[in-house]
């Protein structure tokens, strides 16, 4: 059984920072790659970035290209998602999740079969 927690989301102005952590419990250890996606009102859910088990593939969408960092170290938690100069359009519930036994980093939601509730990221103008 996995359980996955975000938090770390609020409410900030644009060209502000945040981070969010990503904190994935397992009841034993295995490999797993972990993205994070956000969903904002009246939209569909889009990739934002991953990383896989030991951060040797990491993939950003290019909308938040330069401006999102993921960090990992696989031996630790919790993950971060470090989101600088936060634009408008980066308002979303941002939700962490997890792909069991995998060695890359998928961008597909569906690869993940582990998600957490989301935390919430607003970015005023």
């Known amino acids: 059984q996995v359980h996955v927690h975000e938090s770390g989301g609020g409410l900030v102005q644009a060209g502000n920072s945040l981070r969010l952590s990503c904190v994935p419990s397992?009841?034993?250890?295995?490999?797993?790659?972990l993205a994070w996606f956000r969903q904002a009102p009246g939209k569909e859910r889009e990739f934002v970035g991953a990383i896989s088990w030991n951060g040797g593939s990491i993939d950003y969408a290019d909308s938040v290209k330069g401006r999102f960092t993921i960090s990992r170290d696989n031996a630790k938690n919790p993950t971060y998602l470090q989101m600088d100069s936060l634009k408008p359009e980066d308002t979303a519930a941002y939700y962490c999740a997890i792909a069991l036994n995998n060695l890359s980093a998928p961008v597909r939601p569906d690869e993940y079969m582990y998600w957490g509730h989301g935390t919430p990221v607003t970015v005023s103008s």
């Open positions: 397992f009841r034993t250890f295995t490999y797993y790659a």
